[in-house]
């Protein structure tokens, strides 16, 4: 299996358990979006607490190039810890919410 491919299937194995944490509050569905064609994936909530609507992402990854970009993460433990656990070297995950001046102390790839 191609670099590319494996990397897709490890994003998606990453992903799916955020798909089992339904908050506890409000009536809000939990959603995946996995554009295998340009390589966007996203895991994300919308609904209703009470009178205030839910709605955003709780994960955002795209593949660029080589290389695992993840836009955003609000999970506690890091999709990018995840994802060096299956193997994901860190040369090949760039954290995209961190500025470029940052990410060359982050341990993981620039861009």
């Known amino acids: 299996m191609d670099k ?11 992903l799916m358990p955020y798909l089992e944490m339904k908050p506890s509050d409000g009536e809000i569905e939990v959603y995946k979006m996995f554009d295998t064609e340009d390589d966007h994936y996203q895991i994300f ?5 009470g009178f205030q609507r839910i709605y955003g992402s709780l994960i955002h990854i795209d593949l660029i190039g080589d290389k695992i970009w993840i836009q955003y993460d609000g999970t506690e433990d890091g ?19 961190h500025s470029k001046f940052l990410r060359q102390y982050d341990g993981f790839a620039v861009g």
């Open 4 to 14: 590319l491919n494996h990397y897709r299937q490890l994003i998606r194995q990453c």
């Open 45 to 49: 909530h919308a609904g209703w607490d």
């Open 79 to 97: 999709v990018a810890n995840t994802l060096v656990e299956l193997g994901v070297s860190k040369q090949d995950i760039v954290l995209a919410y």
